[in-house]
C-alpha cells in the first residue's frame, strides 16, 4: 500500500466476548483490526475490600477494521466461525470516517500508530520467512519470523541459556527476499 492511501474503517459484529480473539486472527492475517477498550473502576468480587480499575469492551460484539483503499472489506475477512457480519445497510459494509473512528479508539494526532501515517500490513513476509531488522538492537540481523500479533514480528531469539522472546514493530522488518 502506498504511504499516503487512505484506510477505510468497517465495523465487524463477531461473537460475544470473543473480541480480542477476533481482532488477533485480523492481525494475523495482516489486517489492521481494533478493539474499544474502557477501564472502569470496580471490586473483582462483593467481598474484596478496594477497588481496582477492570478492562471492559466499550462496544460489546463488535471489532473495527481497516481496509486499504477502495477494496471491498469482506474479501479481506476469511470465513470464521467467530465472525457474524458486517454492519451495513442491504448487505453492503458501512465505512466509518477515519477521523470519527480515530476519536472514538481515542488515538490522538501525536499518538498515532504507525499504520495512520503509512501502512505495512505484515503480508510483505509471512511467519517462517526470514526478514532484517531496520532499527534497535537487532539492526541488520537476518531472523525468522515465529509469529504476527498486533503490528509486530515475534522472534524467539536463544540467548544467555534461554530463549526469549522479540517483538519487533512489522515497519522496522524487511523480507530477506526483497533486501
Known sequence: ??????????????????????????????????????????????WDKER???????????????????????????????????????GVPAELGEGAMRKFLEMEDGQLPGYFRYHKTGREFSIGETVIINTGPFRDQQLRVDDIQDGEACFFVPMLGQTYTVRVPVNDCIAAEAA
Open 1 to 46: 500500500m502506498a504511504q499516503n492511501e487512505k484506510l477505510r474503517w468497517f465495523a465487524l459484529r463477531v461473537l460475544p466476548q470473543r473480541e480480542d480473539m477476533a481482532a488477533k486472527v485480523l492481525r494475523r492475517d495482516g489486517l489492521i483490526a481494533e478493539v474499544k477498550t474502557e477501564q472502569k473502576l470496580r471490586r473483582r468480587t462483593k
Open 52 to 90: 481496582r480499575y477492570i478492562t471492559f469492551n466499550a462496544a460489546p460484539s463488535y471489532c473495527f477494521i481497516a481496509v486499504p483503499g477502495f477494496a471491498d472489506p469482506r474479501a479481506f475477512v476469511r470465513p470464521l466461525h467467530i465472525f457474524r457480519s458486517f454492519v451495513g445497510l442491504n
